[in-house]
């Protein structure tokens, strides 16, 4: 079945510095999706990407969908700690399905002020 | 826009008792809800899918006997766990997504003991 990996799995960072995450799948994607979970939270939906090669940015945060549409990136630049939470990619399900997704590990990031 | 609300956030209950957990799109028609399942550190697994009106579609190894699912409308569906043990104990979310949406949004999540 499809497959959706995220890499790393934790990430610590001093504030200000940059912070990447990246999300590979085992299939082309139709698009992917990025969610945001602070501790003790539930998913918050950030973005969605749907182009190949598609870039986009909010505010300090800049996400790319490969021209493949394999793999996606999530970039943020001079971290705050707000930004403290797991980031998880998800990518349509398997089956031709639309609307199920299959999310990938996640990535923590915490931020040392 | 897009709320969506589940109720209780937290429930501890003795073994061999049943928790009925709902969901609810507060400003949008969900069409399709999702019941996922998150232990500690670990990524969100979908257990099942709702449509409104017809029977869940439920995941490889999710067992539809003990997770009962019911989307009697297009603003609430429900999770009942029942003959709960404390290995059911996690994080319990649905999402909703209506009909002119791909994104899905998440309520905030149930967190469900058994002693």
């Known amino acids: 079945g499809q497959q959706v990996m995220q890499i790393p799995q934790y990430q610590h960072v001093q504030e200000g510095e940059d912070f990447t995450t990246y999300c590979n799948s085992s299939?082309?994607?139709?698009?992917i999706q990025w969610y945001k979970q602070r501790p003790g939270g539930h998913p918050v939906f950030l973005i969605q990407?749907?182009?190949?090669?598609e870039v986009k940015k909010q505010k300090r945060l800049t996400f790319q969908f490969g021209e493949a549409k394999k793999n996606s990136s999530l970039h943020i630049t001079a971290t705050q700690t707000t930004d403290v939470g797991t980031y998880f990619c998800a990518g349509p399900g398997d089956g031709g399905s639309n609307y199920k997704l299959t999310f990938g590990k996640g990535t923590l990031l915490t931020v040392n002020p | 826009g897009a709320v969506v609300s589940q109720h209780p956030s937290w429930v501890i209950c003795k073994s061999g008792t049943s928790v009925k957990i709902e969901c609810r799109s507060l400003?949008?028609?969900?069409?399709?809800m999702f019941w996922y399942r998150q232990f500690p550190k670990q990524s969100l697994m979908l257990m099942a899918t709702s449509n409104e009106g017809s029977k869940a579609t439920y995941e490889q190894g999710v067992e539809k006997d003990k997770f009962l699912i019911n989307h009697a409308s297009l603003t609430l569906s429900t999770l009942t766990v029942t003959s709960a043990h404390p290995e059911d104990s996690s994080f319990y979310i649905c999402?909703?997504?209506?009909?002119?949406?791909?994104?899905?949004?998440f309520g905030p999540g149930t967190r469900l003991l058994v002693l």
């Open positions: 999402s909703a997504r209506g009909r002119a949406q791909e994104t899905q949004y």
């Open positions: 990407l749907v182009k190949s090669g």
């Open positions: 400003d949008f028609q969900a069409t399709t």
């Open positions: 299939t082309t994607l139709s698009n």
